[in-house]
């Protein structure tokens, strides 16, 4: 492709972030769930949903709000050396394009992920490269982590490398996330009125 046929490519896919960070805006009136809002999130970054998790602050841990799969897997102690944990302490965004080769914790990875009609196959694939961004409130307090990453047998497999651009729009995103009712300590996550 020519570096025309690049420019273009790249000015689309930045159309299209934008319009779906304002879908994601005029998500706030309607209470959705997170699942709506992570298959956004997925469409803005051009990552599968088994792509995107979603964290929140509770009770000194970190709680999984999307995927759903990971809710009953545990909580990740704010205290761990997980880097959802540390974006929480620190407060400040990651961008690793060689997530693989940094030593973590990978639990969470062996988790089967996604629906039927997710056909990408990344459920069970580590992760090889990640973006994590604290979700702040305005005032600055930490409430959650979005984390997004791209997930394959090896790096190569793993798709397009994340850009700055990509991490200013997941930073943009978490601010509106920020305003989400699930991101709220304690709200309900399975549309039955109770927190589990």
């Known amino acids: 492709m020519s570096s025309e046929g690049n420019h273009s490519a790249a000015a689309k896919l930045a159309k299209n972030s934008v319009s779906g960070l304002k879908e994601l805006e005029k998500m706030l009136t309607e209470s ?7 298959s956004k ?12 998790a979603v964290l929140r602050v509770e009770k000194g841990s970190l709680r999984f709000v999307f995927p ?5 897997a545990g909580m990740i102690p704010m205290s761990s050396s997980a880097v959802a944990a540390r974006t929480v302490s620190t407060g400040t965004s990651l961008l690793s394009n060689s997530f693989a080769r940094v030593k973590h914790a990978s ?5 089967k992920l996604g629906a039927a009609e997710d056909t990408q196959g990344s459920e069970q694939m580590p ?5 994590s961004v604290p979700v702040s409130l305005p005032e ?3 409430v959650g982590v979005i ?5 394959g047998l090896d ?8 850009t700055t651009d990509d991490l200013k729009r997941l930073e943009q995103a978490a601010v509106i996330l920020a305003r989400m009712p699930f991101m709220e300590e304690g709200a309900p996550l399975d549309g039955s009125g109770s927190a589990t």
């Open 32 to 38: 959705p769930s997170p699942e709506r809002v992570s």
């Open 41 to 52: 999130l997925a469409q803005i970054l051009n990552v599968s949903r088994n792509e995107v």
């Open 68 to 72: 759903p799969e990971l809710r009953a």
């Open 107 to 111: 639990l969470f990875e062996t988790v």
């Open 127 to 131: 992760i090889q490269k990640i973006m």
């Open 140 to 142: 600055g307090k930490v």
């Open 147 to 151: 984390q997004i990453s791209r997930k």
């Open 155 to 162: 790096y190569s497999l793993a798709g397009t490398d994340f």
